[in-house]
């Protein structure tokens, strides 16, 4: 087995120095060559991403040259917007030897970092950068970059089957997701943060840990990555993961409690939110049947991809219920954690038969701010409320329209079979 031992950057100078160089001669296209037309096209772009800064988000492509790894505005004028230097010159092409970028933040500051991974002569070379506001570059970080080693043990290693004490063990991610890692079925259960929950598969790679996680677009491979007593999830291909679904270069640590698998027929049934719209869950023929107060039915299929995204409903928009861990309750997220549309009733917090009065405690329910995300608490559980709503002097989130996330609860219960029939929730 390859590992990937942390070495400070003299060692890590000496240690590449070390690989044969048996790599190509590099990518020698020079932009400025190329009159008329768009750059983008002329094949020097080798992958792109979004940097964070300052909240700003950026898109920008990339170009692996022999020194650096140069990020340009995605922009048909060729502009530099930042570079991160190699420590050392590395013996091989890096344009061929290239496999992975990732602007994570890797320090908790807010801003994106950079990690590069190259592939040298089958070993695997992992560089990473801060970004110091302060000196407006990317430093290099030699503690925090890695390189393939012997098998000793050393932290920075893969993880196999063995690094586990247990068959099924529980994971606490920095951003307050949990990862549930169930080595004898080959499978895992992802909640995020804010509650969406799946279950997705994890491989093997010879004796390498792998996990498979997805997106709408297809699904991208981590390779688990020892840290401490915990590890991080680096992405093998495919774009960086993103604030409200990524793992990428997001540490996880031993649980503090339990966790469990997520069994998604706790969704079967019926349940309502305070604006009248009622959603009916048939798990077995994975249909969901939906009407509201204003006479309105509409019936659709549900989805799960088993990628780690979880249950979802199709439609205008690509809706995941996050349920509540008693099960009683759930709010819906839109896909990448996009603000939900202005005029959609399908928002604030669904009950189990609309039966808010059960499963809540109204007059102990309201809102808090931390870290720069919303949540509103029922007086039982707490739910993260969705991108797009602000918290006001008046303690209530509301979105654009003015439109509270939590709606007050009407005196009368919707009751869709007096318009549709008893069967309503068959579609």
């Keep these: 087995m390859k590992v990937w031992k942390k070495i400070l950057a003299p060692v890590l100078a000496a240690a590449v120095m070390l690989v ?6 590099g990518n020698d296209a020079d932009p400025g060559d190329v009159v008329g037309g768009d750059w983008r096209v002329t094949g020097i772009v080798r992958d792109s991403g979004t940097i964070t800064r300052g909240g700003e988000d950026t898109d920008v492509l990339v170009c692996i040259n022999a020194d650096s790894a140069d990020f340009y505005y995605d922009s048909e004028d060729q502009t530099l917007y930042g570079y991160a230097s190699y420590p050392t010159t590395l013996p091989c092409d890096p344009w061929e030897a290239f496999r992975s970028i990732d602007f994570a933040d890797r320090n908790g500051d807010g801003d994106s970092d950079a990690a590069l991974l190259f592939e040298v ?12 506001g302060g000196s407006d570059a990317f430093v290099f970080q030699p503690e925090e970059s890695q390189i393939g080693g012997d098998d000793n043990g050393a932290a920075g290693e893969f993880l196999t089957d063995e690094d586990f004490d247990a068959d099924i063990s529980a994971w606490q991610g920095d951003d307050g997701s949990q990862l549930l890692l169930d080595l004898p079925n080959g499978c895992y259960t992802y909640r995020t943060w804010y509650g969406r929950v799946g279950t997705g ?3 093997r790679d010879g004796d390498n840990l792998v996990l498979s996680f997805g997106d709408l677009t297809g699904e991208n491979d981590y390779c688990l990555i020892r840290e401490g007593r915990g590890f991080r999830p ?3 291909s495919g774009q960086e993961g993103g604030a409200w679904a990524g793992l990428n270069g997001l540490h996880f640590g031993p649980a503090q409690g339990e966790a469990a698998a997520f069994d998604s027929s706790v969704l079967d049934g019926v349940w309502q939110n305070a604006l009248g719209y009622a959603l009916a869950f048939d798990i077995q023929r994975m249909r969901v049947v939906a009407c509201d107060i204003n006479d309105t039915m509409d019936s659709g299929a549900l989805y799960d991809k088993m990628d780690g995204r979880g249950l979802f409903m199709g439609g205008a928009e690509i809706l995941y219920p996050c349920v509540s861990a008693d099960g009683s309750s ?8 996009v603000p939900r549309e202005l005029d959609s009733r399908s928002t604030g917090v669904f009950y189990r038969n609309g039966d808010a009065a059960a499963y809540s405690d109204p007059a102990n329910a309201g809102y808090e701010e931390s870290d720069g995300r919303i949540w509103y608490y029922d007086g039982v559980n707490y739910f993260a409320v969705p991108a797009g709503y602000t918290l006001g002097e008046d303690g209530q989130a509301r979105n654009e329209d003015g439109r509270p996330f939590a709606s007050p609860w009407p005196g009368e219960l919707y009751d869709p079979a007096a318009v549709w029939g008893e069967n309503w929730m068959n579609g």
């Design 20 to 25: 044969p160089a048996a790599c190509g001669s």
């Design 121 to 132: 002569d089958g070993s695997r070379v992992l560089l990473v950068w801060y970004w110091d």
């Design 201 to 203: 598969s994890l491989v």
């Design 234 to 236: 680096v992405l093998l």
């Design 330 to 337: 759930f709010v819906l997220f839109a896909d990448g954690g």
